[in-house]
């Protein structure tokens, strides 16, 4: 356990030194698309070790990105303003829903298709409120000119910098400081019966999971409009961001060190699969994504089965 | 008297209907029966939708004829399915059935996109409408309706009357107690998963007659077949025909109205809801949560 995370700190350590060298555009694009999967797949997986499986995880990311360009497009608006904006979207989104799934125990597949449902019905919004949000066509953030108030650099490396350490940032506080709910979030999803039993607040507990994982999402939705500066529903809502994020989560054992590196083969993966071959080869990253999650599956059931 | 517009959508709905109940079906009995999340539902759909495409314009055929290739395609599919996938998973828990059926609709989505690019393919296949007291019927429709009620009937009956039809019933009853008196589940599971994708792709057939085929096109089929399904009851047949009729109609007035994409969304906040007040849907037996 103390292995892996050395590693994890180890090769964060190499990364952030790597620029002193001259390297490639292409890596570094790379490294920060996998970065950001690797934060998202840390707040997906909080919310996963306490049981729920979200199915629609995307959504938050999402709204992030999307209300960061309302936000930045609306006047002269910081973008520490819009950061503020699209984590409360996030919250005023993941409470009243946390509540009502967990108050009646809407678990397991249920807790699922109500989170894919609720991407669903906001990518057919989007879709449909064309003069708002651009319709499937998203939406593109033209500001030319560097600040550091609205986070628009011409190099790709204030992004690597940022999000290598909002994802160590997240790491340490994960580690020092909430070290103990992570431990009880650990309980609950192992038997919800016990942990209520101990005394614990299951309800409180799920909904403090699950609205930190969504604000760690919105977090990387408002990188991600920033950096790319470019964002359609199919993205922001899409199952394939989703699911890369729930490939990731499961790949990486449902550990942060281990989601980390889970990110940095899987994203350059279908990084690779989609600008070398997506010309002849559409949909061979899909066919792979599908593959991988079906190898692991079987392999973890066979293991389920064996025990 | 009500003014005729509304009539109208209100056939439209209950013909459009009768199509989600069929979508619905497939999904109902394998859900029913294995205990598995179907997610892979929507793709097995689409792949349905290429198979009559592809089989129509190679021989030239009427799309109607070739709605039995879609069932015995998708047949053969859930034959590899479930000796590949299912076999494995079957045993281990719900979080394992939810990730292999989204592995294994992602598996078909790229390679139906490996096979035939993302372009959209649609059938010409038109009739002239029928007017009746000003309301006009798509005969499309009207045949889609028939068709999907005839074959619904259909496999009522096969449950409700065949030796194997019982058995399936007595393995979604209780499966432990149907293996002791002497019923081979796997062998149950195994029809059943086969007629269960058949049924998708019947589905996938009949839908290629009104609407686009292309890769992604499953996904929201999909999610609709959840909705209807979870709105009727799980396991619930009658459940899935108001189910299917609810969604139909909401689709059609909303989109008459409004515009499509809305009409999705509301069929979404509809089965959120529902959900979260009646998890067993509106005619299930009990909460299976």
């Given at each position: 356990m103390y292995n892996i995370e050395g590693l994890l700190i180890l090769s964060i350590s190499i990364l952030l030194l790597l620029p002193i060298l001259d390297i490639n555009p292409y890596f570094v694009h790379i490294i920060i698309l996998s970065t950001m999967f690797a934060v998202m797949a840390a707040g997906w997986n909080m919310l996963a070790i306490a049981g729920p499986v979200s199915l629609g995880h995307a959504t938050f990311f999402g709204l992030g990105a999307y209300f960061t360009y309302f936000s930045l497009t609306?006047?002269?608006?910081?973008s520490y303003v819009a950061l503020l904006v699209s984590v409360g979207v996030a919250l005023t989104i993941t409470i009243p829903i946390g509540y009502i799934t967990f108050r009646f125990r809407i678990t397991g597949i249920y807790f699922a298709l109500v989170t894919i449902a609720f991407a669903e019905v906001l990518r057919q919004l989007f879709i449909s409120l064309?003069?708002?949000?651009?319709?499937?066509?998203g939406v593109s953030l033209f500001i030319k000119e560097q600040s550091y108030l609205h986070f628009?650099?011409?190099?790709k490396m204030p992004y690597y910098y940022l999000v290598i350490s909002i994802f160590l940032t997240i790491f340490l506080i994960n580690k020092l400081a909430l070290n103990r709910f992570l431990k009880i979030l650990t309980v609950i999803g192992n038997d919800e019966l016990t942990a209520a039993s101990m005394g614990i607040n299951i309800l409180k507990y799920k909904l403090l999971a699950f609205a930190l994982s969504s604000i760690v999402n919105s977090i990387m939705g408002w990188f991600y409009i920033h950096y790319l500066r470019y964002i359609t529903p199919d993205v922001a809502f899409g199952l394939l961001t989703s699911v890369e994020i729930i490939i990731i989560g499961i790949l990486g054992m449902l550990n942060f060190a281990g989601i980390f590196f889970a990110s940095l083969f899987i994203i350059p993966l279908g990084e690779v699969l989609r600008a070398a071959l997506g010309g002849v080869y559409a949909g061979l990253n899909i066919f792979i994504y599908g593959l991988i999650l079906l190898l692991l599956v079987i392999i973890r059931s066979i293991r389920i089965g064996k025990r | 008297m009500i003014p005729s517009i509304y009539l109208q959508v209100l056939i439209n709905g209950i013909l459009l209907g009768g199509l989600y109940i069929l979508l619905a079906i497939g999904l109902n009995i394998v859900t029913g029966v294995l205990k598995i999340i179907n997610f892979a539902h929507g793709d097995l759909v689409m792949l349905g939708m290429y198979v009559a495409f592809w089989l129509s314009v190679f021989f030239g055929l009427n799309p109607l004829l070739i709605l039995p290739s879609s069932f015995i395609v998708l047949g053969v599919i859930g034959l590899l399915s479930y000796v590949g996938v299912f076999s494995f998973v079957l045993r281990a828990g719900d979080f394992e059935h939810l990730l292999s059926t989204i592995g294994l609709g992602l598996l078909l989505q790229g390679l139906a996109q490996l096979l035939w690019k993302s372009d959209y393919r649609l059938l010409k296949f038109e009739l002239p409408p029928l007017l009746i007291w000003n309301i006009y019927i798509s005969p499309v429709m009207l045949s889609i309706f028939t068709i999907s009620l005839f074959a619904s009937i259909i496999l009522y009956m096969f449950l409700l009357k065949t030796r194997t039809g019982i058995f399936i019933r007595a393995v979604a009853q209780d499966s432990e107690m149907a293996s002791l008196v002497g019923i081979n589940k796997r062998k149950i599971h195994l029809i059943t998963t086969m007629i269960g994708f058949g049924f998708a792709g019947l589905a996938g057939g009949l839908l290629m007659l009104m609407f686009p085929a292309y890769p992604t096109a499953g996904f929201v089929y999909g999610l609709l077949a959840w909705v209807i399904m979870v709105i009727g009851g799980l396991g619930s047949v009658l459940g899935a025909f108001i189910g299917g009729l609810i969604i139909g109609i909401i689709e059609v007035s909303f989109a008459t109205f409004y515009n499509i994409e809305l009409a999705r969304a509301v069929a979404f906040i509809l089965f959120i809801t529902i959900i979260a007040l009646k998890p067993s849907g509106l005619l299930g037996e009990r909460a299976r949560v």
């Open positions: 609306s006047g002269n608006i910081s064309r003069e708002i949000t651009g319709g499937s066509l628009i650099f011409d190099s | -």
